[in-house]
């Protein structure tokens, strides 16, 4: 049974299921829905109460919008280069177009969300907690970004036509729903890893593994609470290409999306409590 001092796994998994009806939620939102929930008046004042608690240090209070980011001008020329494809996994590219004086982001699956200059390269969105910074060649041309969001994911540009075979193959995965070979094998071993907090990271992409050295230490306990694996469902393909699955523990459940790369590594992974 869940108290208020999981609140903030409680609003992460409001925002997964209401993405998988393609109803978009921002991270504050999430936060103020959930606050209200447990009777609270804000997010702020939940996140004070769970402290004082002795809940998880990593509950920080809302900054007030716009706090610290300022949006400048750029030439819209600059905002046109940026402009094109790059891939973050064999599943899912993410799109730069230009409208007017800011850009537009959007990552397959996802809905598409404006971006805004704070400088020459770094760009800054309203309606979720995400940055991002275009890698500039010496000839002044982006060849590759990086996306602040749950960490840092570097993304290689990639042309129009490259774009369009992992769409595609993105979408026929989420037409047929049947999980890919080898993922439900990957992700027991990467349970079991985290879990006892000794991860593969050999088994990982450099930047999930990278996360994952990240948020190893708030995962492990989470992960070793929940027991031994019990059972394995497959629940079907997300939106990004993903294999989505429900774990049944000893003490409780997870639900995970995972996504190999064409080598057999774990190029995607998220969990979230299950019910």
């Known amino acids: 049974m869940r108290d208020f001092r999981d609140a903030k796994a409680m609003a992460q998994t409001l925002r997964e299921a209401l993405a998988a009806k ?13 606050a209200k929930l447990f009777g609270q008046r804000d997010w702020n004042t939940l996140a004070a109460r769970i402290q004082a608690a002795g809940g998880p240090a990593d509950v920080p ?36 177009t230009r409208d007017h004086h800011h850009l537009v982001i959007q990552l397959t699956g996802q809905r598409a969300v404006p971006f805004f200059a ?39 540009r990639i042309d129009a036509a490259t774009a369009k075979q992992i769409a595609d193959r993105t979408a026929e995965r989420v037409k047929n729903q049947s999980p890919a070979p080898g993922t439900e094998a990957a992700l027991r071993r990467l349970f079991d890893g985290l879990a006892s907090g000794q991860a593969n990271y ?37 939106a990004q290409g993903e294999d989505v ?25 998220w969990v979230s409590p299950g019910p």
């Open 22 to 34: 393609s109803i978009p939620l921002t991270h504050s939102d999430s936060l103020e829905l959930i």
């Open 61 to 96: 209070p809302l900054a007030p919008p716009d706090a610290v980011r300022q949006e400048i001008a750029v030439a819209t020329a600059m905002l046109d280069g940026y402009a094109g494809y790059y891939q973050l996994s064999d599943q899912a590219v993410l799109s730069v």
């Open 118 to 156: 704070e400088s020459q390269t770094e760009f800054f969105a309203r309606e979720v907690n995400a940055q991002i910074s275009f890698v500039i060649a010496a000839d002044g041309q982006a060849t590759s970004l990086i996306l602040h969001q749950n960490g840092d994911k570097p993304m290689p």
């Open 202 to 238: 050999a088994d990982m992409t450099p930047a999930l593994a990278a996360a994952t050295r990240e948020q190893l230490p708030h995962l492990q306990p989470f992960l070793a609470d929940l027991g031994a694996v019990e059972s394995t469902r497959f629940l079907g393909v997300g």
């Open 245 to 269: 699955y429900s774990m049944r523990h000893e003490n409780g459940a997870s639900h995970w999306r995972i996504a190999l790369d064409d080598k057999g590594i774990i190029s995607t992974a």
